[in-house]
């Protein structure tokens, strides 16, 4: 389980928004997607706010290590294993039918490129619904917050 803790920046909704530190995990995580950089060493990290966490708060997020595995290999690996199968089946439909076997091989490849990427899409999107690898808040920490990040406090509304 990938564990990174953060100082939750502002509370919306269902949502906080948590300002953590870039880590060396963070360029291989599944759902660098869910955060927003704006500087070369904090991320801006949105997620729900299922234990109520406060504006100051410092909290733990938590990602399964397993999730990021699968959905690394079906990332990098789909792709080409689509390309590669589609470029044999262009090749062998276009044998069978006594065409040239390069030009089918190409189109074949580039159709189930454009189907695994299509598929992906897809995939995201359903996965993103039922929250699956998403990073979760797993507890409220004790203390000050581990990190030096500006805290906006909620504007006084008089």
Known sequence: MAIEQGVVEQVSDAQAHIRMQRSPACASCGSRHMCYSDSNEDLLVEIDNTLKAKVGDRVEVSMPTGS???????????????????????????????????PASILGGIIALTAAFIGLKRYDRAAKAKGRFLPKMTRILPGQPAIDCPVTPPADNR
Do not use: H, N
């Not at 789909?78 to 076997?101: D, H, K, S």
């Open 68 to 102: 990021l595995l699968r959905l690394s290999v079906l990332v990098y690996c789909g792709p080409i294993l689509a390309m590669i199968a589609g470029a044999y089946v262009g090749q062998t439909w276009a044998e069978a039918l006594g065409a040239e076997p390069t």
